[in-house]
C-alpha cells in the first residue's frame, strides 16, 4: 500500500495506522485529528470511528466528517482525560496522536488503552523515549517494552528525519507485520 506523507513531520504514521485499521474488527479512536490521519480513517473502514480532538481549529476541519459510523468531537485535554476515565469501549485501535504538553494526554490515554485496545498506534515515539514520557532509551535504543508486551517501532522509507511511530499491543503478537512504504527501526525481542 502507497501512502500519502503530507508534510514531512505530519504524516510519517499513516502507513502504519492505515495497517492497524486494516487489521481491525472493532471500533477506532483516534485522539487528535489530522491531515495524514482522520479523512483516511474515514474512507478505510467501515467500523464505527470516533475522533476526540482537543484544539477547537482541528476539530473545526473535520467536524463535517460526522456521521452514522464517524464521530468527531472537541475536548479540552482535562476533559479527554475525564473521557478516558468514563469511556469503557473495547477499541480495535486506538491512535494517539493527541497534543499536549508533556505528552499529558498521551501518557493517559496510552495507560488508559494498553490493555483495552487490540492495537495501539503512537506517532513521535522518538521524542517520548528520549523524554521519558513513553518507553525508555536502552543501548542507544528506544524500548516500549514496560508498557507493551508487543511492539514495533516504524518509520517510512527513505525517510530517517521525520517522526517515528509505534504500533503496540498487549493482546495480539506483531511478530509477522511487514508494512510497504516503512522500515522496522526496533521492535521487542
Not at 29 to 55: D, K, V, Y
Not at 97 to 104: A, F, K, N, S
Amino acid at each position: 500500500m502507497k501512502g500519502y506523507f503530507g508534510t514531512r513531520e505530519g504524516g510519517s504514521h499513516q502507513l502504519v495506522l492505515l495497517e492497524a485499521v486494516r487489521r481491525s474488527t472493532k471500533p477506532i479512536l483516534e485522539l487528535g485529528a489530522g491531515e495524514s490521519s482522520t479523512n483516511q480513517i474515514h474512507h478505510a473502514t467501515t467500523l464505527p470511528i470516533r475522533t476526540i480532538e482537543g484544539s477547537k481549529e482541528w476539530y473545526q476541519r473535520y467536524v463535517r466528517l460526522n456521521n452514522h459510523h464517524h464521530k468527531v468531537e472537541y475536548c479540552g485535554e482535562r476533559e479527554m482525560i475525564k473521557w478516558f476515565e468514563l469511556d469503557h469501549t473495547e477499541w480495535g485501535v486506538v491512535f494517539v496522536d493527541c497534543q499536549g504538553g508533556e505528552w499529558i494526554g498521551r501518557r493517559a490515554a496510552i495507560a488508559k488503552y494498553k490493555d483495552v485496545a487490540d492495537y495501539v498506534v503512537v506517532h513521535d515515539t522518538e521524542y517520548s523515549a528520549v523524554q521519558g514520557y513513553f518507553g525508555k532509551v536502552i543501548d542507544g535504543k528506544r524500548d516500549f517494552s514496560d508498557t507493551f508486551k508487543y511492539w514495533i517501532e516504524f518509520q517510512p522509507v527513505g525517510m530517517p528525519d521525520v517522526p517515528a511511530t509505534v504500533l503496540a499491543s498487549n493482546k495480539i503478537d506483531l511478530k509477522d507485520i511487514v508494512i510497504e512504504g516503512v522500515v522496522k527501526l526496533n521492535q521487542n525481542k
